[in-house]
């Protein structure tokens, strides 16, 4: 009963564990509050309907005569349900053995194995050999969307797929074509499956019959390791899960995050991601020595650049940062800036297309092709729509930005040249130093988002060469210049940023956790988009 106006509750009975949940709870979920998982095939929590269709999850309730599905089934007052019952048992092995007649039984060769539900649920229940021996039906292979495979002998028409992009992406593109045991999925006829998100198709599959076309035979689940982290390719900052093999991003997936993208992602922001450890990278640290740049080691280089720092004393100049910096980075950076004499900074934007899903108001592929647009406010640092030419007297510091369009002669006039970055562009060539760093899936770090929102990202991979973080770097060189201590982990980093910069007072690394928390104050407030 609810008091006080709060929700009201219902308590009931599961597995011999009382548990009060909101009124309105369906079974499955209520008994995953007391570690209670019921098997499942349709049922998806981001997925708004519940039908049943898979015959996985019955349970059998106390005073009724036959078994409910707990997906569909409201939990009530003083219910007694029992998930495990002999009755329950026997009702899914009976589903999972007619899932098997005609399933091609293709682990050894199918991308989903070792991650799959029908695998698992099949090994549970000692399922592991036919009564059948009549030849299985053979249906093959087919591609629904360009970068979409889908291998209908391993479909089990949960309709998972069919629903998400029904109920949560409002585009019917796909149906259940015929019936029975000769059902399939296809789109709908004259229609294509052409949808910015129907990427999350593959990832509610329970099975392994939708698979991105990139991702085939590419990797198995015990080859894979994965590292919790934030989208980079627009400020939403979704939240995922990024899969690498031999320090290669081999799959992106969506991570959950209610206050950000729900269970789901973008397109562009897979590709981008398994995109970003491509191309050709600095890797050493280089200095000036007459007419050419000299790789070192990173001893000899800070020792350099500070006594080179120490003697320009505080020249003024400008600076150039990436928006798809880290926050970290950002602010060392910030720490270097005012030692120089130089105010803030600038960045260019790179534009695209919008794309919204519908049924997720927070979940929306940005104008803005940048991770760290905010963060780049917050630290001072102004947008602009062209880089100045670089060919002013001072100080120029440069980080991570790839100096699209600039002159072979860009920074020759500055009296200190300084560029940390992950690749070489040609204009970096006129630097004094060239600092190699880490990319975002290289290194700990954090993004703000666009509405104020701070959220970690974990490294993934090994940097190439030498390449470090950019904080990480930077400490050491104030620190040879009596700005602090040198850093060496993300939460001394993180700690001494929030110290410093009001916008992230009170908040800690380990307090902002894998779901992460808003920035304090009017410095979090988004960046102004056209189209956004």
């Not at 479909?155 to 029975?180: K, P, S």
């Amino acid at each position: 009963m609810a008091e006080n106006g709060a929700q009201p509750t219902i308590t009931l009975t599961i597995d011999g564990v009382e548990v009060t949940v909101p009124r309105g709870t369906r079974v499955i979920e209520a008994a995953e509050r007391v570690g209670v998982v019921v098997p499942r095939y349709c049922y998806h929590p981001g997925i708004p309907t519940r039908p049943a269709q898979c015959r996985m999850c019955l349970v059998e309730v106390e005073g009724r005569p036959k078994l409910e599905p707990s997906c569909t089934l409201q939990a009530t007052d003083d219910m007694v349900v029992h998930t495990a019952s002999d009755t329950a048992r026997t009702a899914r092995q009976s589903v999972i053995e007619f899932l098997l007649v005609n399933h091609p039984l293709d682990c050894p060769i199918c991308d989903a194995a070792g991650q799959c539900m029908l695998q698992d649920y099949a090994y549970v229940t000692n399922q592991l050999e036919s009564r059948v021996d009549e030849p299985k039906r053979v249906m093959g292979r087919a591609r629904i969307a360009d970068d979409i495979l889908y291998f209908a002998d391993r479909c089990i028409i949960c309709t998972r797929c069919v629903r998400f992009m029904r109920d949560v992406a409002e585009d019917d593109a796909l149906i259940v074509a015929q019936r029975g045991d000769k059902a399939y999925i296809d789109t709908f006829p004259g229609r294509e499956l052409d949808n910015p998100f129907q990427g999350n198709i593959v990832d509610v599959c329970p099975v392994g019959a939708l698979v991105h076309e990139d991702f085939v035979f590419k990797a198995r689940a015990w080859d894979m390791d994965a590292t919790a982290s934030v989208c980079p390719g627009c400020p939403t900052g979704c939240n995922v899960t990024i899969d690498t093999k031999e320090n290669q991003i081999v799959r992106v997936k969506p991570r959950h995050n209610a206050a950000v993208n729900s269970w789901w992602m973008c397109d562009y922001g897979r590709r981008h991601l398994v995109m970003t450890n491509r191309g050709v990278r600095a890797e050493v640290p280089l200095i000036r020595d007459g007419d050419a740049l000299r790789p070192v080691d990173w001893a000899t280089a800070l020792a350099w650049l500070a006594e080179k720092i120490e003697a320009a004393g505080s020249p003024g100049g400008r600076a150039i940062v990436s928006p798809d910096a880290s926050n970290e980075n950002l602010f060392y950076v910030g720490r270097l800036l005012a030692r120089l004499g130089v105010e803030g900074g600038e960045f260019q934007v790179e534009q695209g297309e919008t794309a919204a899903l519908p049924t997720v108001p927070t979940l929306k592929l940005r104008a803005d092709r940048a991770a760290n647009v905010a963060g780049a406010g917050i630290f001072g640092a102004q947008r602009v729509a062209a880089l100045s030419s670089g060919a002013e007297a001072g100080a120029l510091v440069v980080l991570d930005d790839a100096l699209d369009g600039a002159g072979e002669d860009f920074g020759e006039a500055a009296d200190l040249f300084l560029y940390l970055g992950t690749r070489l562009p040609a204009a970096a060539r006129n630097a004094d130093a060239v600092l190699p760093i880490s990319t975002f899936a290289e290194m700990d770090g954090s993004f703000t988002n666009f509405e104020g929102r701070v959220q970690r990202f974990h490294q993934a991979l090994t940097p190439p060469g030498s390449a470090r973080p950019a904080w990480m770097i930077l400490s050491r060189v104030l620190a040879r210049l009596g700005d602090g201590a040198a850093v060496s982990d993300i939460r001394t980093a993180f700690e001494r940023m929030a110290a410093d910069v009001p916008a992230f007072e009170g908040l800690t690394w380990d307090g902002i956790g894998l779901k992460g928390a808003p920035v304090a104050g009017t410095a979090a407030a988004a960046p102004a988009e056209a189209d956004a």
